[in-house]
């Protein structure tokens, strides 16, 4: 398949980066393998991670992510070539996405107002708008238990688990939201089935669907994600 301009510039870009910045991608590959081991890793891991992404990077233009996401250091390279890795699959989304949609996506203030009254929990903007009363009567309604988010980030980045019940922690959250928007959500508790495979995080379904010319929605795969019993998110980035 020939390539487009912008997937020869992300190659480039992409084998660069662990040469041209050696320090962060081993900070980097590090990192996240103590999220997916059971033990930490030993330097000599590290290093072969590191020698065997760049090597994923060249031969089958890889990103970091599509590396741990998909655990490719245990897999052989027929698996790796069979994967569609996000340096293509994202050109692919972009030509058939509608642009003026791209924001309900990645900004969490615009998708959870455009789709309110589907998330069946309580949340909030927590910005210079909202009033004192307001948030404490927010705090309340949630038993003093809220997940803070960044409207713009993304893979769990950012996301913190607090309780405000004391009038200290309830105005250095509120100062906070005054300089720099967050998004608030109450905690929410899941049947006892699932709850049960994985208790400290609420563990979700991830439904991937396609619009056809007609305007029919197709599912065209389903995945239940699965927190690893200790961190209270449930997606790849962050262990799950």
């Known amino acids: 398949m020939k390539r487009t301009v912008r997937e020869r510039v992300l190659r480039v870009r992409g084998i660069l980066g662990p040469i041209v910045k050696p320090g962060k991608y081993w900070r980097e590959i590090q990192d996240r393998l103590e999220r997916q081991l059971a033990l930490p890793p030993t330097r000599k891991q590290v290093a072969w991670c590191y020698r065997d992404f760049l090597w994923f990077r060249i031969l089958f233009n890889g990103s970091m992510h599509d590396y741990f996401d998909g655990q490719m250091y245990r897999k052989s390279n027929f698996v790796r070539e069979e994967s569609l890795s996000r340096y293509v699959r994202f050109p692919w989304r972009d030509a058939i996405q509608r642009q003026e949609d791209w924001v309900v996506f990645q900004d969490k203030r615009e998708f959870y107002k455009a789709f309110s009254e589907h998330l069946h929990r309580d949340w909030m903007i927590l910005g210079p708008s ?39 922690r309830q105005r250095e959250l509120f100062r906070a939201g005054q300089k720099e928007e967050y998004i608030l959500e109450g905690k929410l508790r899941q049947c006892e089935e699932i709850y049960s495979f994985a208790n400290a995080s ?24 699965m927190g690893s019993g200790q961190n209270p998110l449930d997606n790849f980035c962050m262990g799950g």
């Open 202 to 225: 609420v563990n979700t379904f991830r439904m991937i669907t396609l619009v056809d010319a007609k305007g029919q929605v197709h599912l065209a795969a389903a995945v239940l994600r």
């Open 130 to 168: 909202v009033s004192w009363e307001e948030y404490l009567a927010f705090l309340a309604r949630c038993s003093y238990q809220v997940f803070v988010k960044i409207p713009e980030s993304g893979g769990g980045k950012g996301v913190r688990y607090m309780t405000p019940d004391t009038l200290e």
